[in-house]
């Protein structure tokens, strides 16, 4: 019953008053998820994913299609940064009785919400019962919709409207793929990075791998012969030679002198929190410059606080755990980034690189 044009013209309406309209490809990908319901949709960094959410459960909610929405994120900051949007968003755009309830370890249920928005870890807790009431769910960062715990929470929805939104899903023929596909439904809009780089929407990118031959010769001849007579335990092997790495201090140096070189904001990246608090440690010792850390133990209100200085001058260090940083965290003012520690997943390193792609004054 909905067709392209009444939904263009009534969010153009909506937001005739507005400071920042929808663009014509956000308003065409939240229309193509309202009609198909069950669907996925690959947005980039920076492509609006919160606000073609926003848009979409305006729509559900002011026609009385859904009467209430469960909205299930990765992380804590995402609960917040979601709920501040959508309440920002509203004031400008459509003025709904809008009702956010916000779950994350501790805090009470409330039942006059009409958008719950939860952690996955608080959401997978909760009983079958609980999510009888909701009639659409949506996942944020659906990349990690093959996770057990996604999957737990979806199994337990029985509504039949749910989509989900990611920048970078998992590659084409890959079973992480098809298992979220299998709870959600197909791929139905793409909008890639550099579609958004040539329109000018996002900041352009340049990648540098910096190679580091800081080993001398007999240890990396010990690391061959270690592999070679344990190659059936080749991840014991490289958790070993992992542990070479960060333990380096030639190699932490060289981390700490191209850091420092670096003039306006940047953001490092670690996994393991041991080389967090290293990297925190040898900053602090050897530059007056204001350096952030967050990891998956630093408060939520403090994290905030990070953030907002964050956005305000140069020449500041934020270091931070991938968990907490990765994906989804709306930074502008973030000009260099550096991943101290790699991964395989293609998924991670592209939602890493996402934080630097935001536009803003002084990028070029």
Known sequence: TINQEEFTNR???????????????????????????????ELATSAGKTLMTYMILSYLLDKGICKKVLMVVPNVDLVLQGAE??????????ELDLEI???YAGSKIRNNANIVIGTYQSLTKKDAEFFDEYDCVVIDEAHSGSSVSVKTILEKCKCDRRFGISGTFPKEGT???????SHTG??????????????GYISTCKVVVLELNYADKETKEAFKRIYESNRSQGAKVLKLEQNYCIENKTRLQFIIDSVLRV??????LFYRIEYGNKLYDALRLQTDRKIFYIDGGVDKDLRGIQKEELEEGEG???IASYGTFAQGINVKNIHKIFLTESFKSDTIIRQSIGRGLRLHAQKD
């Open 11 to 41: 969010v153009n309406e909506k937001w005739a008053k507005a400071e920042k309209k929808p663009r014509d490809y956000q308003i065409e990908s939240a229309f193509k998820i309202i009609k198909y319901k069950c669907c996925l949709a």
């Open 85 to 94: 949007d959508f309440y920002e968003y509203n004031r400008a755009s459509v």
């Open 101 to 103: 309830q916000q779950i």
């Open 175 to 181: 079973l992480d793929r098809i298992t979220i596909m």
């Open 186 to 199: 197909p791929i139905i809009s793409t909008i890639r990075a550099d579609f958004l780089m040539k329109e």
């Open 263 to 268: 003039k306006k904001n940047s953001l490092i």
């Open 316 to 318: 500041k260090i934020m």
